[in-house]
């Protein structure tokens, strides 16, 4: 059985609960406006003692990532991340929006969550169980949603109900009123019981505008086909890559199919943080931390050992892997928001690799399942070091140079 440990931090009442497989063996509730309240550690802590249990046990955590009061959702967050490290055990994000469908218990449903001002964040899901997440001013985002619901009484969660009402009601809809104001950790439990969720990662980020879920651009394309099992088309910081989902591996297959070359090499990862190898079962030596300190997030490649007790399945069986930290906040964001991906450069089998989205198309034989155009990239490739040997030893001097490697790991002989 998998125990899991539940933190729900989004509103004033905060929640705790430990799951054993999907049974719920204890659980606590805490308003952090009371005087007695501490911190969502205490509550945590109270609630795996009154299962019997100690942190050495968890096998994983899940927490609200918001939106929300922010500083409430980044206390959950610190916390999880905290354990999550120290444990090297995954995190399953479940955003605020979800968790009050859930509890709203039908559709449609839109549940709206305030932002600051006279914005909201905003999910609406259709009687086909679609989701559409919205980011604005209220009167802009609830129009908007409006004219997507068709038919159906409409259930209303969150934020802004009796005014969201009246909106729909302009526009010839009924609406429920849930009366709920704020998801609690009991749906958070729920869609952990149900497998609804995506992949756990390794480290939680708080659910702002800035995520790719609200961008509204290529990059919320790509999030949605990556976690489908797609394959996705994203400008790094040096050149474009191919990348997949590694808990999909159904679409590696097909990004090789893209590149028209046989299946033949493992492929190299690319992450937010170099704090999440560790979690991974990477193995992380004195010269590659100095190499990742002095480069990263930037163009270069480290090829770094595996310990197999601790990687995770899609690493299973492999020996060693190339890690990448990209330079490139939009694609940093999207690693924070799924997790570690596996990415190859984007170019047709014994081509060059092209600079622009154009190119790049008319030589893959298929089209990726998103594309985002982020411009003409350099073309120049990062530079891959080897720091699984004795030796560390240069595979492929690319954008930092061979005598920048050098000085920064201190052995010549590396050139």
């Known amino acids: 059985?998998?125990?899991?440990?539940?933190?729900?931090?989004?509103?004033?009442?905060?929640?705790?609960?430990?799951?054993?497989?999907?049974?719920?063996?204890?659980?606590?509730?805490?308003?952090?406006?009371?005087?007695?309240?501490?911190?969502?550690?205490?509550?945590?802590?109270?609630?795996?003692?009154?299962?019997?249990?100690?942190?050495?046990?968890?096998?994983?955590?899940?927490?609200?990532?918001?939106?929300?009061?922010?500083?409430?959702?980044r206390a959950g967050i610190a916390y999880v991340n905290a354990v999550a490290f120290a444990r090297e055990i995954p995190v399953v994000a479940v955003d605020s929006l979800a968790l009050l469908t859930t509890q709203?218990?039908?559709?449609?449903?839109?549940?709206?969550?305030?932002?600051?001002?006279?914005?909201v964040y905003a999910s609406l899901?259709?009687?086909?169980?679609?989701?559409?997440?919205?980011?604005?001013?209220?009167?802009?985002?609830?129009?908007d949603l409006a004219e997507r619901v068709g038919e159906g009484t409409v259930a209303l969660a969150g934020a802004r109900r009796a005014p969201a009402a009246a909106l729909l009601a302009e526009h010839g809809l009924a609406t429920h009123d849930t009366g709920l104001d704020a998801p609690d950790v009991d749906a958070l439990t729920e869609r952990l019981r149900a497998g609804d969720h995506d992949p756990p990662v390794v480290s939680a980020a708080p659910l702002t505008e800035a995520s790719v879920r609200f961008r509204g651009d290529g990059f919320t394309a790509a999030r949605e086909a990556l976690l489908d099992g797609g394959v996705a088309l994203l400008p790094t910081d040096t050149v474009y890559g191919l990348a997949v989902h590694p808990r999909r591996p159904e679409a590696i297959d097909r990004l090789?199919?893209?590149?028209?070359?046989?299946?033949?090499?493992?492929?190299?990862?690319?992450?937010?943080t170099p704090d999440e190898l560790p979690s991974l079962g990477v193995l992380v030596p004195e010269t590659a931390r100095r190499l990742l300190a002095a480069f990263s997030p930037?163009?270069?490649?480290?090829?770094?050992?595996?310990?197999?007790?601790?990687?995770?399945?899609?690493?299973?069986?492999?020996e060693e892997v190339g890690v990448r930290v990209p330079a490139d906040p939009d694609l940093r964001a999207l690693l924070s928001d799924v997790g570690a991906l596996l990415v190859t450069s984007a170019n047709a089998h014994g081509e060059p690799t092209r600079q622009a989205p154009g190119p790049i198309l008319d030589q893959l034989?298929?089209?990726?399942?998103?594309?985002?155009?982020?411009?003409?990239?350099?073309?120049?490739?990062?530079?891959?070091?080897?720091?699984?040997?004795?030796?560390?030893?240069?595979?492929?001097?690319?954008?930092?140079?061979?005598?920048?490697?050098?000085?920064?790991?201190?052995?010549?002989?590396?050139?």
């Open 365 to 415: 034989a298929g089209r990726p399942d998103a594309v985002v155009d982020g411009g003409v990239r350099s073309g120049e490739a990062s530079t891959v070091v080897n720091c699984h040997l004795d030796t560390p030893r240069i595979e492929r001097e690319g954008v930092v140079p061979a005598t920048e490697i050098a000085r920064v790991i201190g052995e010549e002989r590396s050139v």
């Open 104 to 119: 709203a218990a039908r559709t449609p449903a839109l549940v709206l969550r305030p932002a600051g001002g006279t914005a």
């Open 298 to 318: 930037g163009p270069i490649t480290v090829a770094l050992g595996i310990d197999a007790g601790k990687a995770p399945p899609w690493l299973a069986g492999r």
């Open 1 to 73: 059985m998998t125990l899991t440990l539940a933190v729900e931090t989004s509103s004033r009442l905060y929640g705790a609960a430990l799951l054993d497989g999907g049974t719920v063996v204890a659980r606590a509730t805490a308003d952090r406006s009371d005087p007695g309240f501490v911190d969502v550690g205490v509550l945590a802590g109270q609630v795996i003692r009154d299962a019997g249990r100690s942190v050495t046990d968890l096998d994983r955590l899940a927490v609200d990532v918001g939106p929300g009061n922010l500083a409430s959702v």
């Open 256 to 272: 090789f199919a893209l590149k028209d070359r046989p299946r033949t090499r493992e492929l190299p990862i690319m992450v937010a």
């Open 125 to 143: 899901t259709d009687a086909d169980g679609q989701v559409t997440l919205r980011h604005g001013e209220f009167d802009v985002v609830v129009k």
